[in-house]
Nanobody
Framework: DVQLVESGGGSVQAGGSLTLSCAVS????????MGWFRQAPGKEREGVAA????????YYDISVRGRFTISHDKDKNTLILQMDSLKPADSAMYFC???????????????????WGQGTQVTVS
């Protein structure tokens, strides 16, 4: 079974940093999209960042571009989201997701992803 387990969330002051990790197991196909999404109370789930692991291309929502960095630790099979210069608007539950195929123009669409983690909360005050 595919399992995605997020960690690293927490509470931080505006301007601070957090590093989210997503440990991936049971998913060995590296030729697929891996993404981070977030969902705030009362809002829809939105794509934050994604990466084609094997191709090493990355995608970011305009709201986080230049502040967040997505990467993959191949040895640990862990997806990482480094979040810097955090803002209160970044507060949300963050989810890791494994895509159905290669990242493309619809990387930010939740329907493009087949597997999801349980989420980790990020609160910026």
């Amino acid at each position: 079974d595919v399992q995605l387990v997020e960690s690293g969330g927490g509470s931080v002051q505006a301007g601070g940093s957090l590093t989210l990790s997503c440990a991936v197991s049971g998913y060995t196909d590296s030729r697929r999209c891996m993404g981070w999404f977030r969902q705030a109370p009362g809002k829809e789930r939105e794509g934050v960042a994604a990466a084609n692991i094997e191709g090493r291309s990355t995608y970011y929502d305009i709201s986080v571009r230049g502040r967040f960095t997505i990467s993959h630790d191949k040895d640990k099979n862990t997806l990482i989201l480094q979040m810097d210069s955090l803002k209160p608007a970044d507060s949300a539950m963050y989810f890791c997701a494994a895509g159905k195929a290669w990242c493309g123009g619809n990387w930010y669409e939740p329907n493009e992803y087949a597997f999801w983690g349980q989420g980790t909360q990020v609160t910026v005050s």
